[in-house]
């Protein structure tokens, strides 16, 4: 297809100039099935090597068209396809793009002590508190009774003191975590409108340790204004002492790992002995 530009005279005669129309490429399919991607189209540059994520998989025909299957699909189910001339992007159809990196987070420590425990400057101790190796401590109280863990994605119940399933003050088995702790968090309509409510597995629980806390070894989210008759709306409260996880320890299986929020240190004990419970949902 052609179009007029322009006309110069040449005695009695105009000259017509004419150009092609800049052409478009249309994807008319792109589609993710068994781990590789089809992708057709048209108006294509004429004869073109079409490349996909910047490497040659086909060419295009005399009329622009072109049809393709490659194994290289984009983290984020979207493509870039070039046929030397221009460059466009391709979302893929039946693809679900990959969640992102967990980010390992810090252990919140920022203080270095010696060996006989006087604190002491940490620029180049190499200690955990001059390196500060991880992703900062990140948390929002989502102002229903959960806290959001920006590092993990982890949604945590938060704990009051107010007689209700989420006092702090609860104990229970660790069969019994499942079984009256967590199914009474999904019960009905479920808390916050969730019920897909479970127990963390130690790494997990130990993940929202903050090391530069003792008594209890949280940050702020976790245990602020925490007084009696209080909720999981007006404050945040933490117990000082054994939480369980859904870990079992494989070398004593009638014992399970908790992490104690005194100090923050890992351990287990026997199921049948009462300890803490925080719920969690999600993560990545």
Known sequence: ?????????????????????????????????????????NKAAKSAAISWEATPVTTS????????????????????????ASTIVVAI???????PPVTFPATGQTTCWNSSGAVI???????????????????????????????????WEKKGDDGTIHDKDNSYTWANAFTVHVAGLNAGAGFAGYTDWRL????????IVNYEHVNPAVSPAFNNSCAASCTVLTCSCTVAYNYWS?????????????????????????????????AVRGGL
């Open 1 to 41: 297809m052609l179009k007029l530009l322009s006309g110069t005279f040449v005695g009695a005669a105009m000259v017509l100039m004419l150009i092609p129309l800049a052409h478009a490429i249309t994807i008319t399919g792109a589609t993710l099935s068994s781990g590789t991607v089809t992708v057709s189209g």
């Open 61 to 84: 025909t005399r009329v622009g068209t072109f049809t393709f299957t490659t194994a290289s699909v984009p983290a984020d189910c979207v493509g870039t396809l070039s046929d030397g």
């Open 121 to 155: 400057a940490c620029p180049g101790t190499g200690q955990d508190g001059d390196i500060k190796a991880g992703a900062a401590l990140s948390y929002t109280d989502n102002a229903d009774g959960t806290i959001t863990d920006h590092n993990t994605g982890l949604m």
């Open 200 to 207: 963390p597995n130690v790494k997990e629980l130990q993940s």
């Open 93 to 99: 159809n039946d693809c679900t793009p990959a969640p």
């Open 246 to 278: 859904s870990s079992s320890y494989a070398y004593n299986p009638p014992t399970a790992w908790y992490v104690n929020f005194f100090v923050g240190n890992v351990n287990d004990d026997f199921k049948n002995f009462s300890a803490y419970v925080r």
